[in-house]
Structures are given as structure tokens and as C-alpha cells.
């Protein structure tokens, strides 16, 4: 019986935590459609350091580069080397960017996903965002 408790009691955790990560991320969305700003986004470098990682430069207001890692486990991530993406970022806080290279980002800012990065969909879900 106290077996049964431990392991409800460990779901009950799991559960609270993935419902926790998911709200926070859609009020990070939520300000980025209220007060963000769109740039493009370049894939500068890929590198692997215990995984892959593709490093993307983007230009904000008043000329400031702004560096983002994101992992990517396609074990060829090199094939977005030097590909631009479109990008939001708060100019209020520059920690706060999302780029956007995924349909289900597009969606989550009631955008439409662009013809011009159709190529990306044979990537979809290889990307651990």
C-alpha cells in the first residue's frame, strides 16, 4: 500500500512539473506577442559539445547582436548552417528571444508558417526545444 502512495505521489510530482514548465512558457508567449520585436535569425555555427548545438546570431535595435544556442538532435544539424529564421525577441529584455523554424512556434503566435521554410517540416521534431 505504501508503495502505491510513493508512486502516485511521484506521477502527481511529474504531472505538476510538466503542467508548471508549460505555463510559464505560454507566459513568456503571451509577452512576446504583446511587446516583442521581429528580427532574422542565422544559423552562425553548429557545434557538438555532448550534443549538437546550432548557435544563432540575430540583430536587434540599435545594431546589438544577440547570440542563441539551441540543441538540435539531428545528427546533421549542419544542414541549417548559414539559413536565416525569423525571430521575436523582447527589447525590454534580451533574454527573451524564440525563433521561429518550427510550424507549431508559428502557431503559437497565430502566425502563418511561410513557404519559404517548407524545407524545415523533414526536420520536425529532431529539435529539443
Known amino acids: 500500500m505504501r508503495n ?6 511521484f506521477i502527481a510530482l511529474i504531472i505538476g ?3 508548471s514548465g508549460r505555463f510559464f512558457e505560454s507566459l ?6 504583446k511587446n516583442g520585436k521581429f ?4 544559423v552562425v555555427r553548429v557545434y557538438c559539445k555532448k550534443s549538437i548545438w546550432l548557435v544563432f546570431e540575430l540583430i536587434v535595435e540599435d545594431g546589438k547582436k544577440l547570440i542563441v544556442h539551441e540543441n538540435c538532435v539531428f545528427n546533421n ?3 541549417f ?6 525571430a ?4 525590454d529584455n534580451l533574454k527573451e ?8 512556434k508559428f502557431e503559437e503566435y497565430d502566425m502563418v508558417f511561410p513557404d519559404s521554410l517548407k524545407w524545415v517540416d523533414q526536420y520536425e521534431g529532431l529539435f529539443n526545444l
Open 77 to 79: 544539424c549542419s544542414v
Open 88 to 91: 521575436i525577441y523582447n527589447p
Open 97 to 104: 528571444v524564440d525563433i521561429l523554424f518550427r510550424r507549431a
Open 4 to 9: 502505491y502512495i510513493k508512486v502516485i505521489l
Open 39 to 42: 528580427t532574422t535569425a542565422k
Open 17 to 19: 512539473i510538466i503542467v
Open 81 to 86: 548552417l548559414n539559413k536565416s529564421f525569423p
Open 28 to 33: 513568456d508567449v503571451s509577452k512576446l506577442k
